[in-house]
T-cell receptor
Framework: KQEVTQIPAALSVPEGENLVLNCSFTDSAIYNLQWFRQDPGKGLTSLLL?????REQTSGRLNASLDKSSGRSTLYIAASQPGDSATYLC???????????FGKGITLSVRP | DAGITQSPRHKVTETGTPVTLRCHQT?????MYWYRQDPGHGLRLIHY???????DKGEVSDGYSVSRSKTEDFLLTLESATSSQTSVYFC???????????FGPGTRLTVL
C-alpha cells in the first residue's frame, strides 16, 4: 500500500528565506507526483505536476524535483513571502485509475 | 482554473437524513473523484468514476454511493447521514491517468 509522508507538519520562517519542503513515498512505481497548495477553508490548488520521466519542474518561484528511486520529492520555494503561507500537500497516483494518495501536508507560515 | 463547481457549498443536516452532493465540470474530463478531508486523516478517496456510468469504490466508501449519468455531473449520496460523515468533501477531475487532478472548492457538511 502506498504511503506518503511529509515532515515536518508545520514550519515557520522569516520572509525572504529559501525553503525546501519534503515528500517521501513508499512505492516508487509512480508515473507522476503532484504538489498542491491549500489555503485555510479553501480547496486545493495544483502547483506542479512532475512526471516520472522528469527530474524537475518549475513554475515561477517554485521548483519541484522527483527522485523515484529514493522515493522522494522536494518543493523548493525561492524568496518566500507572507503570501506563501498555506498548507502544501504532495500526492501520488495509486492503482489502475490514478486515485491520489496524499501526504498530510506541511503548514507553512512566512513571517513578515 | 478548471471549471469545477460543487453544490451545496455548506450543508447542515440531521442524523439519518439522505444527502446528495453535486459536482459539475465544464472541462469534459473523463475521470472524476470524490474525496473527504478530515483533521488527522488528510484527504481520502471515497469513490471515483472513469466514464459515464462507470464508477468504483475508494478506500472509505462505506455509507456512500455515487452516480454519473452525464460526463459533466458526478453525484455523491449519503443514504442515511451519520455524525462520522461530518467532513469537507472535495470533487476532482482529470483528463487522463497521467494528467493533473483539479479540485473543486469543496462542500462543508455537518451532520448533527
Amino acid at each position: 500500500k502506498q504511503e506518503v509522508t511529509q515532515i515536518p507538519a508545520a514550519l515557520s520562517v522569516p520572509e525572504g528565506e529559501n525553503l525546501v519542503l519534503n515528500c517521501s513515498f513508499t512505492d516508487s512505481a509512480i508515473y507522476n507526483l503532484q504538489w498542491f497548495r491549500q489555503d485555510p477553508g479553501k480547496g486545493l490548488t495544483s502547483l506542479l505536476l512532475i512526471q516520472s520521466s522528469q527530474r524537475e519542474q518549475t513554475s515561477g518561484r517554485l521548483n519541484a524535483s522527483l527522485d523515484k528511486s529514493s522515493g522522494r520529492s522536494t518543493l523548493y520555494i525561492a524568496a518566500s513571502q507572507p503570501g506563501d503561507s498555506a498548507t502544501y500537500l504532495c500526492a501520488v497516483p495509486t492503482g489502475a485509475n490514478s486515485k491520489l494518495t496524499f501526504g498530510k501536508g506541511i503548514t507553512l507560515s512566512v513571517r513578515p | 482554473d478548471a471549471g469545477i463547481t460543487q453544490s451545496p457549498r455548506h450543508k447542515v443536516t440531521e442524523t439519518g437524513t439522505p444527502v446528495t452532493l453535486r459536482c459539475h465540470q465544464t472541462e469534459n474530463h473523463r475521470y472524476m473523484y470524490w474525496y473527504r478531508q478530515d483533521p488527522g486523516h488528510g484527504l481520502r478517496l471515497i469513490h471515483y468514476s472513469y466514464g459515464v456510468k462507470d464508477t468504483d469504490k475508494g478506500e472509505v466508501s462505506d455509507g456512500y454511493s455515487v452516480s454519473r449519468s452525464k460526463t459533466e455531473d458526478f453525484l455523491l449520496t449519503l443514504e442515511s447521514a451519520t455524525s462520522s460523515q461530518t467532513s469537507v468533501y472535495f470533487c476532482a477531475i482529470s483528463e487522463s491517468l497521467v494528467n493533473e487532478q483539479f479540485f473543486g472548492p469543496g462542500t462543508r457538511l455537518t451532520v448533527l
